[in-house]
């Protein structure tokens, strides 16, 4: 699968910004699909994920302020993001796990901007 990340760009704190991941391939429904953040110098952090089944699991950071969806019809995931803060600010990543066998992916990243 390849996954090709959008969405990034400048936002005030406060705001909110919506990121998609679009993925060309086979069996997108088979795939768990996450989004990570690094910040240089740091890890890559889990964001938010969302199982084939579309169960969601959330960073302790963004608990309650992001929304992690997915579309298997259109291959895509999304990630709604409100009440955005200065430490939100970091390329966000596109993550895909093949669930049969484990197989990852990960797509450029798309970056985010906090700033007034």
């Known amino acids: 699968v390849q996954l090709q990340a959008s969405g990034g760009g400048l936002v005030q704190p406060g705001g909110s910004r919506r990121l998609f991941c679009a993925a060309s391939?086979?069996?997108?429904?088979?795939?768990?699909m996450a989004w990570y953040r690094q910040a240089p110098g740091n890890k890559r952090e889990l964001v938010a994920s969302?199982?084939?089944?579309?169960?969601?699991k959330y960073g302790d950071s963004v608990k309650g302020r992001f929304t992690i969806s997915r579309d298997n019809a259109k291959a895509t995931i999304d990630l709604r993001m409100n009440s955005l803060k200065p430490e939100d600010a970091n390329r966000y990543y596109c993550?895909?796990?093949?669930?049969?066998?484990?197989?990852?992916?990960w797509g450029w990243g798309t970056l985010v901007t906090v700033s007034s």
């Open positions: 993550n895909a796990v093949f669930r049969p066998t484990g197989l990852n992916a």
């Open positions: 969302i199982t084939s089944d579309g169960n969601t």
């Open positions: 391939g086979e069996n997108f429904s088979r795939w768990n």
